[in-house]
């Protein structure tokens, strides 16, 4: 579907594979800073990414979700450019597995034997965990499944 709307070439990477590659209207990403909001000619910005959820407006007018769990975000004039530790499309998401994970990390975490280090990835774990939870329901929402 052509349109005369400006977009931004927008892409996502991990150390395993290109995620996502494609053009977009706009873009909401979890920064450090905050959640933000990234239209056609935005000034340049570098910032490190918050585990959460990227929502991008795509020409059609669909939305696409994926759940991002830390990383790097460069934003160009019209370009935007992930490096993601990990991340995941909405509709890659088993929500059941998601939940078990979450409850494994929680329950690591009463351990009394682990150190600093041990409580700092399980923790790590947990948030990865809730931002996958969190993309799976938006997904969800948008395509008004139950």
């Known amino acids: 579907m052509p349109t005369d709307k400006k977009t931004i070439e927008f892409e996502i990477v991990t150390p395993e594979r290109v995620v996502l590659k494609e053009e977009v209207l706009q873009a909401t990403i979890p920064t450090q800073s905050g959640e933000i909001t990234i239209l056609p000619d935005h000034i340049p910005l570098v910032s490190i990414l918050n585990p959460g ?8 007018g669909e939305n696409e979700i994926i759940s991002v769990s830390g990383g790097f975000v460069e934003i160009l004039k019209n370009k935007i450019i992930i490096l993601a530790d990990t991340a995941e499309l909405a509709i890659e998401l088993d929500e059941q597995r998601i939940e078990e ?37 938006r997904w969800r929402n948008l395509k008004n499944i139950k």
């Open 53 to 60: 959820v990227i929502e991008l407006k795509k020409p059609s």
């Open 101 to 137: 994970a979450r409850k494994r990390a929680e329950e690591m975490k009463k351990s009394k034997d682990i150190d600093d280090v041990q409580f700092a990835e399980i923790s790590g774990q947990i948030e990865k965990q809730l931002a996958r939870s969190k993309a799976a329901k």
